[in-house]
C-alpha cells in the first residue's frame, strides 16, 4: 500500500495554521445564529431585531438555535471522554480476567478502596475477582439510571442539584438525551436545553473523568491509597511529577493556604492549542501574569505551555511567581504551576477543590474558595463542557475568545446572571487576554471577600533560597 511522508502531506494540505488563515469563520454560525438541525434549512437569524422577530421555518427562535448549539458542543465534549472512561474499564476487565499482555494493575490498595465505595465486598476473595467486578461496575455506569460518585460532590451541592433537575443519571442516558433534545421539533424551551447541557456537563466531570482518575490510578498509579480519593488524587498531581515527598494528607496543607491568604487563588486553565493564534502566547501571559499575582496555576489540556516555556521548572516559575508563590513553595514544596497530564484529569481537581472547601470549612461548598476555570483560547466542545461544569460546580469559568452564543441575549443572560442564582458560578467569556488576567483577579478578590477569608497581601522574601 502507498504512504506518502509527513513532509508530503504537509506540503498537499498545508499546516492548520496555514489553513485558519485562508479560511475564515462563518461570521453568522461562530455567533450562534445559524441552525443546521434539520435540512429544510440552514436558517439564518440575522439582523438587530432578530432574536425578537426572526423565526426559523420550524419556529425556532434565536435562543432556541444557540441553545441547541451549545448543548450540542457539551455533548460532544462528554462523549469523548465518556469514549475515554469506558475504553480504560474495559482495559481494567482485560487485566483482571488475564487477558490483556498490555495492562496490569499495579496499584491493589487503590483498587480495594474504589471497591468500598462501590459496595464490592473483597474480603475473601480473589484480587483478580475483585478487579473483575470493579470494572463490571464501571461499565454499568454508561446505561444506569442512577448517579455515581456523587459521594465526592458537596451535600449541599448535591441536595441543590437534586433540587433544580440537573443531577446527571447514567453516562450514556445524558448524552442521548442531549441528541434527542438538539432534534428538531422536539424541545423548544430554551431553560430546559440549557439545563440538558449542565447534566451532560456534570457527567462528564463527575462520573467518566472519576473513572478515569481512579482506573489510571489502579493500573499506573504507585502511591498507596489514603483515606480519601481527594488526597490520593492531589498525591497524584504534584507528588509524581514536583514533590515525591509530598504527602496527601498536605491538602488540608493547601486549604489553609488559600484561607489565610498565603495563596490569593488558584486558576485552573483548560489549556486548548487553537490554530488562530499565535501558539502558547496567550496561555504563557496569562499563565505568568497570574503567578506574578500569588495565584497558584493548575493546567491540564492539549497544549503544555508552561513545559515549553520551561516554567514547570522551579528555578525558572521563581523568578517571575509572586512572593507568596515563592514563600509557600519554599517552606511546603507547592509549586507556582502544576501541569496535569490532560484536560480529562480537570475532574481531580473538582474533587480536590470539594476536599478543600470541606476541610477549610468554607460553609462545605467549592463556590466558597478563590478559584477560577479559566482557557486562554477555547475552540472544542471538550472545553465547553469542562468549563459548564466547573460552573455547575461552583467555579467561575472565564473563557478566551469568542463566544458560542454570543447573538443570543438569553442565553449569554442565562450563562451569567443565571447560573450564578443557581450553581454561585457564572460562565463568560473575554476576548483578550488582558482583559482576562484582570477579570481572574477581580473574581478571586471578590470571592475571598465574600467567603470572609482572610485579606491577601503580598509578603516578603522570607530567605534567599526562596528566590531561586
Same mark, same amino acid.
Given at each position: 500500500?502507498?504512504?506518502?511522508?509527513?513532509?508530503?502531506?504537509?506540503?498537499?494540505?498545508?499546516?492548520?495554521?496555514?489553513?485558519?488563515? +485562508?479560511?475564515?469563520?462563518?461570521? @453568522?454560525?461562530?455567533?450562534?445564529?445559524?441552525?443546521?438541525?434539520?435540512?429544510?434549512?440552514?436558517?439564518?437569524?440575522?439582523?438587530?431585531?432578530?432574536?425578537?422577530? @426572526?423565526?426559523?421555518?420550524?419556529?425556532?427562535?434565536?435562543?432556541?438555535?444557540?441553545?441547541?448549539?451549545?448543548?450540542?458542543?457539551?455533548?460532544?465534549?462528554?462523549?469523548?471522554?465518556?469514549?475515554?472512561?469506558?475504553?480504560?474499564?474495559?482495559?481494567?476487565?482485560?487485566?483482571?480476567?488475564?487477558?490483556?499482555?498490555?495492562?496490569?494493575?499495579?496499584?491493589?490498595?487503590?483498587?480495594?478502596?474504589?471497591?468500598?465505595?462501590?459496595?464490592?465486598?473483597?474480603?475473601?476473595?480473589?484480587?483478580?475477582?475483585?478487579?473483575?467486578?470493579?470494572?463490571?461496575?464501571?461499565?454499568?455506569?454508561?446505561?444506569?439510571?442512577?448517579?455515581?460518585?456523587?459521594?465526592?460532590?458537596?451535600?449541599?451541592?448535591?441536595?441543590?442539584?437534586?433540587?433544580?433537575?440537573?443531577?446527571?443519571?447514567?453516562?450514556?442516558?445524558?448524552?442521548?438525551?442531549?441528541?434527542?433534545?438538539?432534534?428538531?421539533?422536539?424541545?423548544?424551551?430554551?431553560?430546559?436545553?440549557?439545563?440538558?447541557?449542565?447534566?451532560?456537563?456534570?457527567?462528564?466531570?463527575?462520573?467518566?473523568?472519576?473513572?478515569?482518575?481512579?482506573?489510571?490510578?489502579?493500573?499506573?498509579?504507585?502511591?498507596?491509597?489514603?483515606?480519601?480519593?481527594?488526597?490520593?488524587?492531589?498525591?497524584?498531581?504534584?507528588?509524581?511529577?514536583?514533590?515525591?515527598?509530598?504527602?496527601?494528607?498536605?491538602?488540608?496543607?493547601? =486549604?489553609?493556604?488559600?484561607?489565610?491568604?498565603?495563596?490569593?487563588?488558584?486558576?485552573?486553565?483548560?489549556?486548548?492549542?487553537?490554530?488562530?493564534?499565535?501558539?502558547?502566547?496567550?496561555?504563557?501571559?496569562?499563565?505568568?501574569?497570574?503567578?506574578?499575582?500569588?495565584?497558584?496555576?493548575?493546567?491540564?489540556?492539549?497544549?503544555?505551555?508552561?513545559?515549553?516555556?520551561?516554567?514547570?521548572?522551579?528555578?525558572?516559575?521563581?523568578?517571575?511567581?509572586?512572593?507568596?508563590?515563592?514563600?509557600?513553595?519554599?517552606?511546603?514544596?507547592?509549586?507556582?504551576?502544576?501541569?496535569?497530564?490532560?484536560?480529562?484529569?480537570?475532574?481531580?481537581?473538582?474533587?480536590?477543590?470539594?476536599?478543600?472547601?470541606?476541610?477549610?470549612?468554607?460553609?462545605?461548598?467549592?463556590?466558597?474558595?478563590?478559584?477560577?476555570?479559566?482557557?486562554?483560547?477555547?475552540?472544542?466542545?471538550?472545553?465547553?463542557?469542562?468549563?459548564?461544569?466547573?460552573?455547575?460546580?461552583? @467555579?467561575?469559568?472565564?473563557? =478566551?475568545?469568542?463566544?458560542?452564543?454570543?447573538?443570543?441575549?438569553?442565553?449569554?443572560?442565562?450563562?451569567?446572571?443565571?447560573?450564578?442564582?443557581?450553581?454561585?458560578?457564572?460562565?463568560?467569556?473575554? +476576548?483578550?487576554?488582558?482583559?482576562?488576567?484582570?477579570?481572574?483577579?477581580?473574581?478571586?478578590?471578590?470571592?475571598? +471577600?465574600?467567603?470572609?477569608?482572610?485579606?491577601?497581601?503580598? +509578603?516578603?522574601?522570607?530567605?534567599?533560597?526562596?528566590?531561586?
Amino acid at each position: 500500500m502507498f504512504k506518502i511522508t509527513d513532509d508530503q502531506f504537509i506540503e498537499e494540505v498545508g499546516t492548520r495554521a496555514e489553513r485558519a488563515s +485562508e479560511l475564515k469563520p462563518c461570521p @453568522v454560525g461562530s455567533e450562534g445564529a445559524c441552525c443546521r438541525t434539520c435540512y429544510v434549512g440552514p436558517c439564518r437569524f440575522m439582523g438587530k431585531n432578530a432574536e425578537a422577530e @426572526v423565526r426559523g421555518v420550524c419556529a425556532s427562535t434565536l435562543g432556541v438555535v444557540a441553545a441547541r448549539q451549545f448543548l450540542t458542543m457539551c455533548a460532544s465534549g462528554s462523549a469523548i471522554h465518556a469514549t475515554k472512561a469506558r475504553e480504560l474499564a474495559g482495559n481494567l476487565l482485560a487485566a483482571a480476567q488475564g487477558k490483556s499482555k498490555e495492562d496490569a494493575i499495579t496499584n491493589w490498595s487503590k483498587l480495594h478502596a474504589v471497591a468500598d465505595v462501590l459496595g464490592i465486598k473483597s474480603k475473601g476473595k480473589a484480587k483478580e475477582k475483585v478487579a473483575e467486578q470493579v470494572a463490571g461496575a464501571y461499565l454499568n455506569q454508561f446505561s444506569q439510571t442512577s448517579a455515581w460518585a456523587m459521594e465526592r460532590v458537596p451535600a449541599g451541592r448535591l441536595t441543590s442539584w437534586q433540587q433544580q433537575q440537573v443531577l446527571p443519571q447514567g453516562i450514556d442516558r445524558e448524552i442521548t438525551a442531549s441528541v434527542y433534545n438538539t432534534s428538531v421539533g422536539i424541545n423548544y424551551d430554551v431553560a430546559a436545553i440549557m439545563q440538558q447541557a449542565v447534566k451532560v456537563s456534570l457527567a462528564n466531570g463527575w462520573i467518566s473523568g472519576t473513572i478515569v482518575a481512579d482506573i489510571k490510578d489502579i493500573m499506573v498509579g504507585t502511591t498507596p491509597a489514603g483515606s480519601s480519593f481527594a488526597g490520593d488524587y492531589w498525591q497524584q498531581m504534584i507528588g509524581k511529577q514536583h514533590n515525591p515527598d509530598l504527602k496527601s494528607s498536605d491538602l488540608k496543607l493547601l =486549604g489553609e493556604l488559600i484561607t489565610t491568604g498565603k495563596i490569593r487563588g488558584i486558576a485552573c486553565f483548560v489549556d486548548c492549542d487553537h490554530p488562530r493564534y499565535e501558539a502558547s502566547s496567550a496561555q504563557k501571559f496569562i499563565g505568568v501574569e497570574l503567578i506574578k499575582n500569588d495565584i497558584l496555576v493548575i493546567s491540564g489540556g492539549c497544549n503544555n505551555t508552561f513545559g515549553d516555556a520551561g516554567l514547570l521548572m522551579s528555578d525558572t516559575v521563581l523568578k517571575v511567581a509572586g512572593n507568596n508563590l515563592k514563600n509557600s513553595y519554599q517552606t511546603t514544596g507547592i509549586p507556582p504551576i502544576l501541569s496535569l497530564s490532560g484536560c480529562i484529569d480537570h475532574s481531580r481537581l473538582l474533587t480536590v477543590l470539594a476536599a478543600v472547601a470541606e476541610a477549610g470549612k468554607l460553609a462545605g461548598d467549592i463556590s466558597a474558595l478563590p478559584v477560577v476555570a479559566l482557557a486562554p483560547h477555547w475552540f472544542s466542545g471538550t472545553a465547553l463542557s469542562i468549563g459548564s461544569f466547573y460552573a455547575a460546580s461552583g @467555579v467561575p469559568a472565564i473563557f =478566551g475568545g469568542k463566544s458560542p452564543v454570543q447573538a443570543s441575549t438569553e442565553i449569554t443572560e442565562i450563562l451569567t446572571g443565571g447560573w450564578s442564582e443557581q450553581f454561585g458560578a457564572n460562565f463568560r467569556f473575554i +476576548e483578550e487576554a488582558v482583559d482576562i488576567v484582570a477579570a481572574v483577579l477581580e473574581q478571586i478578590d471578590a470571592t475571598r +471577600e465574600k467567603s470572609n477569608l482572610a485579606t491577601y497581601y503580598p +509578603e516578603i522574601i522570607k530567605s534567599a533560597t526562596a528566590t531561586g
